[in-house]
């Protein structure tokens, strides 16, 4: 009997301290897991503060580029302003000697080109049917004959 009950202590004990070792290893599952949640938590929140810091990032660089075309914008107002008023003072001022000369110049030699082109006849024939001639169409005549003289003596015929 007293070895019974020996095995009936000894099985007691080990059953109480496999529930007490059950018991533990409950506690450290349940800690485990606190543990990996934690961890997982945190590693989300590593690529979380990644993710905003980027987006942080091309948000301030989006501000910078869209002052930096604000000014820009200024800057080609301002030319285009300087240019028109440049132009404006230009005009109110009339031409400058050297543009009045250019200008002459190039009028005259196209006046003259255009001139040059001109077939005026040497002889001219003027009468009408009632026989009688018009004094007016002869000094006309006159004139034509003396630019053409003029521009033969002036622009050498090609």
């Not at 007490?20 to 485990?32: F, G, S, Y």
């Not at 031409?95 to 003259?112: C, H, M, N, R, S």
């Amino acid at each position: 009997m007293i070895a019974k009950r020996k095995d009936e202590a000894m099985k007691t004990e080990l059953a109480k301290q496999a529930a007490l070792r059950a018991q533990q290893d409950a506690i450290t599952a349940e800690e485990q897991g606190k543990a990996n949640v934690a961890e997982e938590k945190y590693k989300q929140e590593v690529v979380k503060i990644a993710a905003v810091t980027v987006a942080q990032k091309e948000f301030e660089v989006a501000q910078f580029q869209a002052k930096q075309a604000l000014e820009q914008k200024k800057k080609l107002i301002a030319t285009g302003e300087g240019e028109a008023e440049a132009a404006r003072l230009k005009v109110r001022a009339g031409l400058t000697p050297q543009e009045a000369a250019e200008w002459k110049y190039k009028t005259d030699v196209g006046v003259a080109a255009e001139l040059a082109k001109v077939n005026v006849p040497g002889v001219m024939i003027v009468g009408s049917e009632s026989g009688g001639a018009n004094p007016m169409d002869m000094i006309g005549d006159n004139m034509a004959l003396d630019i053409k003289a003029k521009l033969d003596k002036a622009i050498p015929v090609k």
